[in-house]
């Protein structure tokens, strides 16, 4: 059964994922299976960019395997941001490449191609991991 909370209601009808999305406050702590990871990023990889550049780069910590990254990224917040984020297993912070790889002149459409890749990415994370991660989601529906 599908999970009513929080969500939205629209005009037109769109795709069921895209209305049960959620930006919880709250997270488990339990560990993300490495392959769950891996799939979230690799459906960043898919969105579209402009020449294909792919400006988006990803500094990721997690509790388990990357602590000293994963402390430096919760301290980067605000102390809101900190109280509700520190119990989450992985964070993640995504970054602009603002020149072309091709030519070194400025990429205007840098910072959009990344909230594309993201997006991407957070609807990926509302799915369902790979046969045998528990659960598996990275984000609540």
Same mark, same amino acid.
């Given at each position: 059964? +599908?999970?009513?909370?929080?969500?939205?209601?629209?005009?037109?009808?769109?795709?069921?994922?895209?209305?049960?999305?959620?930006?919880?406050?709250?997270?488990?702590?339990?560990?993300?299976?490495t392959?769950?990871?891996? =799939?979230?990023?690799?459906?960043?990889s898919?969105?579209?960019?402009?020449?294909?550049?792919?400006?988006?780069?990803?500094?990721?910590?997690?509790?388990?395997?990357?602590?000293?990254?994963?402390?430096?990224?919760?301290?980067?917040?605000?102390?809101?941001? =900190?109280?509700?984020?520190?119990?989450?297993?992985?964070?993640?912070?995504?970054? +602009?490449?603002?020149?072309?790889?091709?030519?070194?002149n400025?990429?205007?459409w840098?910072?959009?191609?990344?909230?594309?890749?993201?997006?991407?990415?957070?609807?990926?994370?509302?799915?369902?991991?790979?046969?045998? +991660?528990?659960?598996?989601?990275l984000?609540?529906?």
């Amino acid at each position: 059964m +599908a999970d009513t909370t929080n969500v939205l209601v629209l005009e037109h009808p769109v795709l069921p994922v895209l209305t049960q999305r959620r930006s919880p406050r709250a997270y488990t702590s339990q560990p993300a299976p490495t392959e769950v990871l891996q =799939q979230v990023f690799a459906a960043a990889s898919s969105a579209a960019s402009c020449f294909g550049e792919q400006p988006w780069r990803y500094l990721v910590g997690t509790r388990a395997s990357s602590p000293e990254a994963y402390e430096k990224i919760l301290a980067s917040m605000g102390e809101f941001n =900190q109280v509700w984020a520190k119990s989450a297993p992985v964070l993640a912070v995504s970054i +602009a490449k603002l020149h072309f790889s091709h030519d070194d002149n400025p990429n205007a459409w840098a910072r959009h191609d990344v909230g594309q890749a993201t997006a991407t990415l957070a609807i990926q994370a509302t799915e369902p991991g790979p046969a045998g +991660a528990p659960d598996g989601r990275l984000l609540g529906r």
